[in-house]
């Protein structure tokens, strides 16, 4: 297979995740570790470093997407800031315990706890399971712990933040608009160490194929990025205009099958 397509593999790659990602207000992550899981197979990548060189570049990439995700919000005064702060020690932290965890774990166990993790969101998003409101007030020391799950599962599994930091920052108070906004903000420290740890963690190994800086494919990486920003304002566009239900147990009934598939 020549670097042209394969490189032309990863920006369609980009261009879908974008998409979804816009059209379902869901990470990217979610399409993006198991179609890399995908391609990296296609091209001959061992089994062995297949999983974690998914996640591992599936973190970089939300370092540069979910950074131009949080300016937009920024820009618009939907940052909670003193709750970003109170979060940040236990996102760095969680992050890097994530992966090496991660690192800890065979691709097999891996990619099964990766596919549970999606199957719990399919049942999630078929039930239209949205954050349920609150009124909680927790103290530093609780918004740190709750920063180190959010920054743990995260990095386990290459996705942004989002998928639990929304629910909590709601179930805390926070409007909706600026629980999402300080979330996106969130997503940055927590793929930046992830990323971060998955290359010094993979530095070296004999498995990793040409291009690869850890576990991180700086190909995948390049492809993906330069697609999926400019498509996610497509799916935010296709969002507004296509029937919400539909579209939504379409896309739960996928990530059903990708679950199942990692799991079995």
């Not at 059209?23 to 899981?37: C, D, E, H, M, R």
């Not at 942004?160 to 909706?176: K, N, S």
């Not at 850890?214 to 969002?239: E, K, Q, Y």
Request: aromatic share 8%; charged share 5%; with cysteine.
């Amino acid at each position: 297979m020549s670097l042209l397509l394969v490189f032309i593999g990863y920006l369609a790659l980009g261009a879908v995740a974008g998409t979804l990602a816009g059209l379902f207000g869901v990470g990217g992550g979610l399409i993006i570790v198991p179609a890399l899981v995908f391609a990296f197979g296609l091209q001959g990548v061992p089994a062995e470093v297949t999983m974690h060189l998914a996640v591992g570049t599936s973190l970089a990439t939300i370092v540069v997407t979910g950074a131009s995700s949080a300016w937009g919000h920024y820009r618009r005064g939907s940052i909670h800031r003193q709750w970003f702060l109170s979060l940040l020690p236990g996102l760095l932290l969680g992050a890097v315990a994530g992966v090496f965890v991660a690192d800890g774990l065979s691709a097999g166990s891996l990619g099964t706890l990766f596919g549970i993790f999606v199957l719990v969101m399919a049942v999630r998003m078929a039930l239209s399971r949205g954050p349920r409101p609150g009124s909680m007030a927790p103290g530093r020391a609780v918004m740190a712990a709750a920063g180190g799950v959010i920054g743990g599962v995260s990095a386990l599994f290459g996705i942004g933040g989002g998928t639990l930091c929304v629910p909590w920052l709601t179930r805390c108070g926070a409007p909706l608009t600026q629980a999402v906004g300080t979330s996106a903000a969130c997503g940055i420290p927590i793929a930046l160490f992830g990323a971060a740890t998955f290359m010094v963690l993979g530095w070296g190994n004999a498995l990793l194929p040409p291009g690869a800086a850890g576990f991180v494919m700086s190909p995948a990486l390049a492809g993906i990025v330069l697609a999926s920003v400019p498509c996610a304002r497509l799916g935010v566009w296709l969002a507004h205009r296509l029937p919400a239900r539909v579209l939504r147990l379409a896309f739960a009934a996928l990530l059903a099958g990708v679950g199942l598939t990692f799991v079995l």
